[in-house]
């Protein structure tokens, strides 16, 4: 275009003014003349301009190799692994990271879902503060000796912390109450009539708990009920997310023979991940440091 003549004048309109009215760097032009001039194997790979931070792509692709294997947890993507760096000194941009993750194929597989039509849920589910709102769900896994086994958990809206987790031999509402039981006794220190008054408890539409026993357990308690909108597990989402952890490091990745052993399992794995699974929306601070750091200015205040 710049060496095209004007109908009028006879001349080439020229690099510069083409440059200037289609806003685009001269420089741009120059680099892409010489990076076209060189055969396709002797051409830079394209990066992003600018300072590289505390050391070149070689070394980053090191420690982000060591930060994934050192965790203890499967399927980490690049924003707690860009932490993680943090953590151990190493600033550089969550771009640079997600980018190397992509060349190398450490990034965590994640399966696309299918598209969904009007929302149902509008809101939020996620609260200000700790103990306004639990989720509890159960999932299966299959042990060597007794079969099929039930997992039942309890966890919290706000800083994802796995307050209860069970393991049972049958799936029916009177196991369902447990991994709620153990929650309320470490949330709230005892097992008493409103012990937990004010507590909201999302759960779907499963025969265990909308049956009469578990309702009523959960009114003893001083609970309300907060079902979810059928067919839609995103009103349910904190506690089906923590179920996605806890199959990829645990349940899908271990064998267990008995219901016992699968039990001892889950609270082995309920005490590395309220004080090591680090979260975004935490701002990468684990359940546990979001439980202190939430509760710190209550017990400073009385």
């Known amino acids: 275009m710049s060496q095209a ?17 289609w806003q685009v760097p001269r420089s741009t032009v120059y680099f892409q003349r010489k990076r076209n001039s060189l055969p ?15 050391c070149g792509d070689a070394d980053l692709l090191g420690h982000i190799r060591a930060v994934l294997a050192a965790s203890p947890f499967h399927g980490e993507g690049y924003r707690k692994v860009w932490a993680r760096l943090r953590f151990k000194g190493l600033r550089t941009s969550k771009d640079r ?9 450490l990034q965590a597989p994640h399966r696309l879902g299918q598209a969904h039509g009007p929302k149902a849920h509008d809101g939020s589910i996620i609260p200000d503060r700790p103990d306004v709102m639990w989720g ?6 299959v042990t060597l000796e007794e079969g099929q086994a039930a997992v039942f ?14 393991a049972a031999a049958e799936a029916n509402r009177f196991e369902a109450l447990e991994p709620l039981r153990q929650g309320v006794r470490a949330c709230f220190g005892a097992f008493a009539e409103n012990a937990a008054a004010g507590l909201t408890l999302r759960h779907d539409h499963g025969s265990q708990y909308l049956s009469h026993h578990f309702q ?6 001083g609970l309300t009920s907060s079902p979810a909108f059928v067919r839609e597990p995103q009103g349910n989402g904190c506690i089906e997310r923590f179920f996605r952890t ?27 991940y309220n004080e090591q699974w680090i ?11 979001a439980r202190k750091d939430a509760c710190q200015p209550q017990k400073a205040v009385a």
């Open 5 to 21: 003549r004007s109908p009028s004048t006879g001349r080439s309109y020229g690099l510069q003014r083409v440059c200037r009215l």
């Open 40 to 54: 396709p194997e002797l051409r830079p790979a394209p990066r992003k301009r600018g300072p590289q931070g505390p």
């Open 97 to 105: 990271v997600r980018r190397l993750m992509r060349q190398h194929g």
């Open 136 to 141: 509890t769900d159960l999932t299966t896994t």
């Open 153 to 166: 958990a309890v966890v919290d809206h706000f800083t994802g912390e796995c307050l209860g987790l069970h």
């Open 216 to 221: 009523q357990e959960i009114r003893f308690l």
């Open 246 to 272: 806890l199959k990829e490091n645990l349940l899908w990745v271990r064998t267990f023979r008995t219901v016992e052993e699968l039990r001892l399992a889950l609270l082995e794995f309920k005490r590395t």
């Open 279 to 289: 979260m975004e929306r935490l701002g990468y601070r684990t359940p546990a440091q």
